[in-house]
């Protein structure tokens, strides 16, 4: 964090950094992203990430399943572009 720059400043960046990866690179923001830095920790908060048709298979427990693993391996696969 620099001199000039404050903890909200800070937080706020880190959400928008993380609604444009979403965007780019999984195709839909969130509704919603808060961040918070907590003694070191970046803790992250996404609202309604799910595209329609992902809310729609996750109703039952494999579609819950299937859509979890999914987006894990896409989150995983685009892991170097997060640093």
């Known amino acids: ?3 000039s720059q404050t903890k909200g400043q800070l937080e706020a960046k880190i959400a928008e950094a993380i ?3 979403e965007r780019q690179h999984l195709g839909r923001g969130p509704q919603e992203v808060r961040a918070w830095i907590i003694q070191g920790l ?3 908060h996404l609202k309604r990430v799910l595209a329609p048709a992902e809310e ?3 109703r039952d427990p494999a ?3 299937l859509v ?3 987006r894990r391996q896409l989150i995983e696969g685009s892991r170097s ?3």
């Open 1 to 3: 964090m620099s001199p």
């Open 19 to 21: 609604t444009q990866f």
């Open 42 to 44: 970046i803790l992250i």
């Open 56 to 58: 729609k298979l996750a």
């Open 63 to 65: 579609g819950h399943r």
């Open 68 to 70: 979890r693993e999914v």
């Open 81 to 83: 572009m997060l640093r």
